[in-house]
Structures are given as structure tokens and as C-alpha cells.
């Protein structure tokens, strides 16, 4: 399945201001890979789609902008909550040096790393755990997102981010911006954007 032209230009490129590597991120990680046969031809769409287990992958407009708020370098050593289909994953992958994913329901992360590895990704490492602890052998991260929302920004995230480094996650319905500082955090607001809820 060829990637349509629509899908960059309307949905991809106006989420991520441009940002000609995020660009090519999405091209290298074709949309339809991470859906169900039957739903093949909705995969360019800018809709959640089910994946199973009751989760979704997410509308590939949210993908990008949330990529776009992380700004990932080719350094970065990422963190995920919530693997889900693997889209997320593939695009950070895609983008910095290594990405760690965590999603605690096993058969959505067993099938996340049989297509990413079906997709060469060789800088991925999967685990089934509750995200809400974060992953603590490979801390401290210079990136973590999570893609479910939470009440409250999780503490364990916070403690295992770098100094310098952002947290980029829905909190309630928004979707909001930490940087852990020197001598604090700074917390923006990004859009409104709806999840499914983060399991504590
Ligand atoms: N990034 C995914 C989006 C999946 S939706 C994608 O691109 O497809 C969010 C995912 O978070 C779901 O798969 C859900 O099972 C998972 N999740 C929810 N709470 C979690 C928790 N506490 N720890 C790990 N994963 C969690």
C-alpha cells in the first residue's frame, strides 16, 4: 500500500511545523503496517483506529505534533509508556539513538515487536510492565512520552528523566510539556487531545 500524498501534506506536515525528519520518519513508517488487515484501507485516515484489548493507536496528527514537542535529536535516548501498535515507537526509533518501550498488556507488545522487527528497527527494546513505575534500568532518559493520560504527571517519570531532559504526556485532556531544570520542572500546556487512560 502506497502512502497518499493527503496523509504528509494535510495531516503529517501541519502537525510537526514541517519538520523535514519527522517527515521522513512517517514515510518510514508506513501507517497501514500497524493496523489490522481489515481495516487497511482507514490507515491514512486522521482517526484512532482499534488495535484490540479495547486500545487504540492513535490519530497519526497527535503522533506528529507529540513527536514534534519531544524535538528528538539522533542522541536522545527515548522512553515510551504505552507501546500499543508500535506506531509511536517506530517514529521515535526513527528519529534518536535508542528507544525503550513499555506497555503492560502482552499480546499488544509481542505484536508491536514482531512488526517492528519485520521493519529492521534493531534500536528498540520492548517490556511489559506497568509504565506508571517507568524503567529504571535504563535510566535516566533525555526523552520520555507517554501516549495514555494520567491524573497527575507520574513522579517515577520525573525521576528518571535527565536534567535538560522533557516529558511530554496527556494530563486529564491536555496534552502538557515538562522540562526537568536544574533546580525544578517547567510545565506548558500543549493542545487538548482526548486518550485512553493510563493504568495505574
Ligand atoms: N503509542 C501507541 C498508542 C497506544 S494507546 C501507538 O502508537 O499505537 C496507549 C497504550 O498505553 C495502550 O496500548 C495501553 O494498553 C497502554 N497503557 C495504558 N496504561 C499503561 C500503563 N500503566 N503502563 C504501560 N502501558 C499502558
Redesign the pocket.
Known sequence: MKIPEYYIKKIVAPACENDERIISAFLKCPRNR?IDEAMQRLSFDDNALP?G??????KPST?AYMTYLLSVSEEDIVL??????????G?LASLAKFVYT????PQ?SYR?SLTLKKMHFKNIKFKV????IGWEEFAPYDKII???SSDEIPENLLIQLKIGGRLVIPIKDRIKIIDKLEDGIDIKDGENCR??????
Open positions: 500497524f488495535i484489548y479495547g486500545q487504540t493507536i492513535s503522533v515510551e509508556i504505552g507501546t500499543g501498535s508500535g506506531f509511536q515507537c517514529i513499555v506497555e503492560r498488556i499488544l508491536a510492565d506497568n509504565g506508571h507517554a501516549t495514555a486518550f485512553v487512560e493510563f493504568v495505574k
